[in-house]
């Protein structure tokens, strides 16, 4: 069966301090990545998606960039974190665009 | 752009009471998924309608996609507290590139 890993769970950061967070896929190859970030309570907002590795693609200009080194693992990163950056960052994967989407755990960020 | 409009934003209700939450757009969808999300979690998927008019039954949980696909509804049935969280529709485009597009979400608190 398929897993989905995120960490950390749960992160305080400075501002102007860097960020990175990891998502990494089991039992799955190939699959479509995706970064969200959810405001309190609120629907969710896509950040970065991947099709393949090294394959980035942007829905909103930000402070935030994203990387695919490998298949399976999607990271999330920023060199200098804004207050504006918090908030709940969630991973998914899929296995083709527009299908069903399956999340990761997720990670607070706390920017102070 | 497409979007999806989910109303009530907010419901609280006593344990047993009957409930709708819509999902509204003016796009037509492929599909049309519904997710709940608890407190602290990433989003679970619960069902996905294809059909227009299609009702499917999960339990005390009945979804239905409007004949014309442009809208959705989900009804439960004698809620219970562990209904409580957030709940999200997420449309499929017409074109085989398009990214799921998520609703601004329904929370739902039930009191027992």
């Not at chain 1, 102007?16 to 990494?24: I, N």
């Not at chain 1, 970065?48 to 393949?52: A, K, T």
């Given at each position: 069966s398929q897993t989905i890993h995120q960490w950390p769970a749960t992160l305080v950061q400075?501002?102007?301090?860097?960020?990175?967070?990891?998502?990494?896929?089991e039992g799955t190859s190939n699959p479509n990545l995706y970064w969200y970030r959810q405001a309190a309570g609120r629907g969710l907002q896509l950040l970065?998606?991947?099709?393949?590795i090294g394959q980035i693609s942007s829905e909103v200009p930000q402070n935030?960039?994203?990387?695919?080194?490998?298949?399976?693992?999607?990271?999330?990163?920023s060199k200098k974190l804004l207050l504006s950056d918090s908030g709940f960052y969630l991973c998914a994967w899929s296995l083709g665009e527009g299908v069903e989407q399956y999340f990761g755990p997720g990670t607070r960020l706390t920017v102070t | 752009t497409q979007l999806l409009e989910q109303s009530p934003q907010f419901l609280s209700i006593q344990e047993g009471e009957n409930l709708t939450v819509y999902c509204n757009s003016s796009s037509v969808f492929s599909s049309l998924q519904w997710y709940r999300q608890e407190p602290g979690e990433g989003p679970v998927l619960l069902v996905t309608v294809v059909t227009g008019g299609e009702v499917k039954k999960l339990k005390r949980l009945t979804f239905q996609f409007g004949d014309a696909r442009k809208d959705s509804s989900l009804h439960i049935t004698a809620a219970q507290p562990g209904d409580t969280g957030l709940y999200l529709c997420a449309g499929e485009g017409l074109r085989n590139t398009d990214k799921l597009i998520f609703g601004t979400g329904t929370r739902l608190q039930v009191f027992p």
């Open positions: 400075p501002v102007g301090s860097p960020l990175s967070l990891e998502c990494t896929v970065f998606y991947s099709v393949g935030l960039s994203a990387s695919r080194p490998q298949d399976r693992q999607f990271i999330l990163s | -």
